[in-house]
């Protein structure tokens, strides 16, 4: 069965650096997101990628924050400075394009961790 | 405002009972609704959803869920629940505010339940 694969599984980083969370969505696949789940509270939407450009953000994915899908297998989320704050759960999904694909696919992951 | 409430934190039941996981939920217009799991260490897998038809849906592992429009809600059932049940369980509703084409889910605080032998 096809799978969203994110790497790393688990980051950590010293506060101020930059990270880039990896993740290749399922080859067919047209819409691509990132959530993000703090340890212990409730999953959240950062932010919706279609046709090459942001569909939707939330309130967190503030300009610390982009994504990009460098070479048409790839889809990044990059957070330029961490912020404490930002140690969660970063979770990659991609929605297939016909009418019926309402279902998100899951990646297992990535745990990054600021210090 | 649009919201997903999973009133219990966590479930308790004996392996071999029934289960259930409730979810209730707030949104204008016709909800989509989702069922997701999570096993440790693990992302979302998909259980099931409503988007339109029977009431009565069945998912992946035995797990069905029965949309009710009259209470908002759309609780998780399994007949015969097992130890390796164990895990999060997250409801989620599609934004309704989000385009048709392109749309992202509002979750649940997620429910744990544990199925003990």
């Known amino acids: 069965e096809p799978e969203v694969t994110q790497t790393p599984s688990h980051q950590v980083t010293q506060m101020g650096q930059e990270v880039i969370l990896r993740c290749v969505p399922i080859?067919?696949?047209?819409?691509f997101y990132w959530y993000r789940q703090i340890l212990g509270q409730k999953v959240e939407f950062l932010v919706s990628?279609?046709?090459?450009?942001?569909?939707?953000k939330s309130e967190i994915f503030d300009d610390q924050f982009s994504v990009e899908r460098p070479d048409g297998s790839n889809f990044t989320l990059k957070i330029r400075s961490t912020k404490l704050e930002d140690s969660a759960m970063y979770f990659c999904?991609?929605?297939?394009?016909?009418?019926?694909?309402?279902?998100?696919?899951f990646g297992a992951g990535s745990r990054l961790t600021v210090l | 405002a649009q919201s997903v409430a999973q009133p219990e934190d966590q479930v308790n039941v004996a392996e071999g009972n029934p289960l259930t996981v409730k979810c209730t939920y707030s949104?204008?217009?016709?909800?989509?609704l989702f069922w997701y799991v999570q096993y440790p260490n693990r992302g979302l897998q998909f259980l099931l959803k409503?988007?339109?038809?029977d009431n009565l849906v069945k998912g992946s592992y035995g797990f069905e869920a029965e949309f009710n429009k009259s209470q908002t809600s759309f609780h998780l059932k399994k007949p015969s629940a097992l130890v390796s049940d164990s895990a999060l369980y997250f409801c989620?509703?599609?934004?309704?505010?989000?385009?048709?084409?392109?749309?992202?889910?509002?979750w649940g605080a997620g429910t744990k339940l544990i199925i003990k032998p």
């Open positions: 999904a991609s929605r297939g394009p016909s009418s019926g694909a309402n279902v998100l696919t």
């Open positions: 080859s067919n696949h047209l819409y």
């Open positions: 990628f279609y046709n090459n450009e942001i569909s939707e």
């Open positions: 949104v204008s217009g016709n909800p989509y």
């Open positions: 409503y988007i339109t038809g």
């Open positions: 989620a509703v599609r934004d309704i505010r989000s385009m048709d084409s392109n749309y992202q889910l509002i």
